[in-house]
């Protein structure tokens, strides 16, 4: 394996700094190994040589003029749901197969402004509905750490970049854990920053008030320097807050010495965790009890209800942000119907795969007039009581840790067939959702072979303690993520 594909983002801006390599080897080598690997691990959808090539080549110039921007030069995969001009976007969907969107949003242009280079799309369950990558209208990712196994979703595609050293970072998407949990099943870090902290403008919505960017990496540093060049507010998007994004990293470097930790009860003993999860979480909390962290008990009482509540919420909100894809305007349209309804209706039977049809119409049902406040108002009074037990939590400790998934990574198709067993992979990641609070999952050992992640949820906002409790973790375990052993 070429050592430049398990570089950090502070190693190969330094190389970068002393020439010893330009932007263009840094592609090349992760082209490279794309090419080796990426037949067996299909993270990704599309490449973008036309992007890698101008941008690494625009990265080579700054750095020549002395440019010392901490991602110029830095190869980067974007998950497919995510817009960038010109290059096929479809969300996992065959609805969308060959729509170019002709704008960028927000998160990839600042990325770019600050030097990333796209090498490609990755894949993802069809609108990120999902926990495995399985639900791609094209086909599944396999984990890098074992390719019979799912490597979590639905950013599967983007995690299992990072993990298989085919990119040096990642972005994703988080609506219940979808950057966290295949973050713990890849043995990567993903971070959910809090609701409204990085702009969603040319995100294809799955649920409105639940989704957020954020990104993937091999430590806590490179996911800090990435949210970083990503946060803060647009006036794009109506629900991003004007708080400025450098936040993200204010007492960052600090330790955690003093600081309280809380451990839910009712994450800790959560259904159907594993006993190897449970072990390499305890050493975790061990290993910050030994970083001078105050280890305090907290309860979430409303915890057993944040899974109904969320599979209200979001397929409701689907189901409306979903009427858009009738042919008409993007991608597909099945042109053999008598009249234009039975055109949008053969568009979407044909277009859609049945996980989104599922949430259309459970969705639907749920905002029909009779159902709403039986189902909808219900799960939204639910919400609120979510997070209230977060505030109340957060009185007592500093910020919160728990296992990020109750399971390692599971063997592809041993849960296609009960979407009930698939949704319970998010019962520790979505009420972090349901609360708009920030979320980071970093690996914590291993299990059984397979990579644990130890999940930190801090109050609104504090992204920075987060990223600190996560990186105290790092530093003072020795747990390092490391590429996964493919070759
Ligand atoms: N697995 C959850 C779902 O299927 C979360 C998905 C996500 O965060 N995008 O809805």
Same mark, same amino acid.
């Given at each position: 394996m070429s050592e430049l594909t398990e570089l950090t983002i502070k190693e190969a801006a330094r190389l970068l700094r002393l020439r010893s390599i330009s932007a263009a080897d840094l592609v090349t080598a992760h082209v490279d190994r794309i090419q080796q690997l990426d037949r067996r691990v299909k993270a990704f959808l599309r490449f973008t040589p036309e992007l890698w090539d101008k941008q690494a080549d625009q990265a080579d110039k700054r750095i020549k003029d002395?440019?010392?921007?901490?991602?110029?030069?830095?190869?980067?995969?974007?998950?497919?749901?995510?817009?960038?001009?010109?290059?096929e976007?479809? /969300?996992?969907?065959?609805?969308?197969?060959?729509?170019?969107?002709?704008?960028?949003?927000t998160a990839m242009s600042r990325l770019f402004e600050a030097g990333a280079v796209m090498l490609g799309v990755t894949n993802c369950d069809e609108f990120a509905m999902g926990s495995s990558t399985e639900n791609s209208g094209y086909h599944p990712t396999h984990n890098p750490w074992d390719l019979d196994r799912v490597p979590g979703g639905s950013s599967g595609g983007s995690a299992a970049a990072v993990a298989a050293g085919e990119a040096m970072i990642a972005l994703g998407t988080d609506t219940g854990g979808s950057i966290r949990q295949p973050a713990a099943l890849c043995g990567v870090v993903g971070m959910k920053p809090t609701y409204g902290r990085v702009s969603r403008y040319g995100l294809i919505a799955f649920a409105s008030s639940l989704d957020q960017i954020g990104p993937?990496?091999?430590?806590?540093?490179?996911a800090a320097i990435t949210l970083a060049a990503m946060a803060g507010h647009d006036p794009l998007d109506a629900t991003s807050s004007d708080r400025v994004g450098r936040d993200v990293l204010n007492?960052?470097?600090?330790?955690?010495?003093?600081?309280?930790?809380?451990?839910?009860?009712?994450?800790?003993?959560?259904?159907?965790?594993?006993?190897?999860?449970?072990a390499a979480i305890d050493q975790a909390i061990k290993s910050l009890r030994d /970083?001078?962290?105050?280890?305090?008990?907290?309860?979430?009482?409303?915890?057993?209800?944040?899974?109904?509540?969320?599979?209200?919420? /979001?397929?409701?909100?689907?189901?409306?942000?979903?009427?858009?894809?009738?042919?008409?305007?993007?991608?597909?349209?099945?042109?053999?119907?008598?009249?234009?309804?039975?055109a949008y209706m053969r568009t979407r039977r044909k277009g859609f795969g049945t996980e989104v049809r599922r949430r259309v119409m459970l969705g639907t049902?749920?905002?029909?007039?009779?159902?709403?406040?039986?189902?909808?108002?219900?799960?939204?009074?639910?919400?609120?009581?979510?997070?209230?037990?977060?505030?109340?939590?957060?009185?007592?400790?500093? /910020?919160?840790?728990?296992? =990020?998934?109750? =399971?390692?990574?599971?063997?592809i198709g041993s849960k296609t067939q009960d979407p009930l067993s698939m949704y319970l992979c998010d019962v520790l990641t979505l009420g972090g959702n349901l609360a708009g609070l920030p979320g980071i999952s970093v690996p914590c050992g291993m299990s059984e072979g397979l990579p644990v992640g130890?999940?930190?949820?801090?109050?609104?906002?504090?992204?920075?303690?987060?990223?600190?409790?996560?990186? =105290?973790?790092?530093e003072s375990s020795g747990v390092k993520a490391e590429v996964a052993p493919l070759d």
């Open positions: 002395g440019d010392p921007g901490p991602l110029v030069g830095i190869p980067m995969a974007v998950k497919d749901v995510l817009c960038v001009r010109g290059v976007t479809t /969300a996992g969907s065959q609805i969308l197969r060959g729509f170019k969107p002709p704008y960028t949003g993937f990496a091999r430590c806590v540093d490179d007492n960052y470097g600090e330790g955690v010495e003093g600081m309280r930790l809380g451990v839910p009860r009712e994450y800790y003993d959560v259904q159907g965790i594993e006993s190897g999860v449970k /970083a001078g962290a105050e280890i305090v008990d907290v309860s979430l009482p409303h915890t057993d209800y944040g899974l109904a509540a969320y599979y209200i919420i /979001a397929p409701a909100e689907c189901s409306s942000n979903l009427a858009r894809f009738d042919g008409v305007r993007y991608g597909m349209f099945t042109e053999d119907a008598e009249n234009i309804t039975e049902y749920a905002l029909s007039s009779g159902y709403y406040d039986a189902y909808y108002l219900k799960a939204q009074k639910v919400r609120t009581l979510i997070k209230r037990d977060f505030d109340e939590a957060f009185q007592k400790c500093d /910020a919160i840790v728990s296992a =990020t998934s109750p =399971t390692v990574a599971f063997p130890l999940q930190v949820l801090a109050p609104q906002w504090g992204e920075n303690v987060a990223l600190r409790v996560a990186r =105290t973790y790092e």
